[in-house]
């Protein structure tokens, strides 16, 4: 089983007073799990943005018993992921944690420095996902993503994949709120 982390800040698609900004979704998240599902690969799918903390989400990851964990993290959501894979690790040290994103790009000798982690994705993944998820094993720790030649080749983005915000904060899923 694999499980998909959205990062970003607790109670924020459950907090009626956050704004659109911090609703909006991780567009390559929405790439990578398109792809794997036309693949006929499912991931669980969790959101810290549903949860109210740290222990929910040890919870999640027990329940689970997950052999995978993917996270796409930014910067500023870095510190985030790494606690996340702290936190699968301890609770499954066989498990292989998967990284990508643009913190991935810019500071891959940062999470190498992390051994929670075991394989980085720099660069774009979206042409080395499915080998890597499918047999991570065959991959060193810090891999060379490989693009698509343009957006063109990309798969519509099933947006239902996207994690749900509370519908009483008057969302837009599976669409993002008007943002500007």
Partial sequence: RRIWLDLGQFRELIDPHVGAHERWMDHGA????????????????????QMSG???LRMAFKEIGAA??????????????????????????????????????VAPEE?????DID???????????LDLIRDPDAFPRLVAGRSARSMDDWPHIDRELWPRPDPRQGSWWPLENPCG
Avoid at 33 to 39: D, E, G, N, P, S
Avoid at 72 to 99: C, E, H, T
Avoid at 119 to 129: L, N, Q, Y
């Fill in 30 to 49: 929405g790439v990578l799990l398109t792809i794997a599902r036309k693949a006929g690969i499912e991931f669980e799918r969790l959101s810290l943005r």
């Fill in 54 to 56: 740290w222990g929910e």
């Fill in 68 to 105: 995978q964990l993917c996270m796409n993290a930014r910067s500023y959501n870095w510190p985030m992921a790494k606690q996340a894979a702290r936190i699968f690790k301890d609770l499954n040290p066989a498990g292989k944690v998967l990284l990508g994103g643009m913190h991935s790009t």
């Fill in 111 to 115: 999470i190498e420095g992390v051994a």
């Fill in 119 to 129: 394989h980085i994705v720099s660069g774009a993944g979206e042409m080395v996902f």
